[in-house]
């Protein structure tokens, strides 16, 4: 069994940051990656970001990019997402996940574990 759990998230004003952390347990994830995806009300959860467990490879939404921030602490099995400059449009549930693959984890289809998600929400 596998457990993903996200902490951090909150209320924010626009402009402002908060940090996103996963903590992954029950298996080692040396050859998975990670990664954020959101859903906001009445919309498709779309992804976020996504960062292999080996090497520098991270891959960005087009919307996040620049703004946010994607790590992990392989000792620790966590996963993190700093994001900065926040906008009311980044108001969603965010959930963790992982796959197999640094492609695999991009889709939500092909994600093989979630968290419960944690909600963020980014006043104007």
């Known amino acids: 069994q596998v457990q993903l759990v996200e902490s951090g998230g909150g209320l924010v004003q626009a402009g402002g940051s908060l940090r996103l952390s996963c903590a992954a347990s029950?298996?080692?994830?040396?050859?998975?990656?990670m990664g954020w995806f959101r859903q906001a009300p009445g919309l498709e959860r779309e992804f976020v970001a996504a960062i292999a467990w080996t090497g520098p490879y991270t891959v960005y939404a087009d919307s996040v990019k620049g703004r946010f921030t994607i790590s992990r602490d392989n000792a620790e099995n966590t996963v993190s997402l700093h994001m900065n400059g926040l906008k009311p449009e980044d108001t969603a549930v965010y959930y963790c996940?992982?796959?197999?693959?640094?492609?695999?984890?991009?889709?939500?289809?092909?994600?093989?574990?979630w968290g419960q998600g944690t909600q963020v929400t980014v006043s104007s």
């Open positions: 029950g298996r080692t994830f040396s050859s998975a990656a």
């Open positions: 996940a992982a796959a197999p693959s640094l492609r695999g984890v991009r889709n939500p289809v092909t994600c093989d574990y």
